[in-house]
């Protein structure tokens, strides 16, 4: 069993940069790959990032590579996700989630075991 709790949302400008936080209870984190997920109003959810439970390999969606930055510090029991150069296009509840011994590679959220509740970041223009 792993609970997962977001934090780091908030309101931003447009080029403006957040850091989210994913912090896990459970001593079996670093068996975990973490991925970041994102749902806006009225859309489904969609993968961001994700990180293996490695720490090597990491794999983004194409509208935030070159802007987001997925890390792990399992020492610390906790994931990030450094979001630079925001857009408005980016507003959204964003969830991370894990999957047992993942690779980081995987994009549908059926593959993902455990979800935290989400942390609200809304960019405006």
């Known amino acids: 069993q792993v609970h997962l709790v977001e934090s780091g949302g908030g309101l931003v400008q447009a080029g403006g940069s957040l850091r989210l936080s994913c912090a896990a209870s459970?001593?079996?984190?670093?068996?975990?790959?973490i991925a970041w997920f994102r749902q806006a109003l009225g859309k489904e959810r969609e993968f961001v990032a994700a990180?293996?439970?490695?720490?090597?390999?990491?794999y983004y969606a194409d509208s935030v590579k070159g802007r987001f930055t997925i890390s792990r510090d399992n020492a610390k029991n906790t994931a990030l996700l450094q979001m630079n150069s925001l857009k408005p296009e980016d507003t959204a509840v964003y969830y991370c989630a894990t999957e047992a011994y993942g690779l980081g590679t995987d994009v549908l959220s059926s593959e993902y075991d455990y979800w935290g509740q989400g942390t609200q970041v809304t960019v405006s223009s």
């Open positions: 459970g001593r079996t984190f670093s068996t975990y790959a």
């Open positions: 990180i293996s439970w490695t720490g090597r390999s990491t």
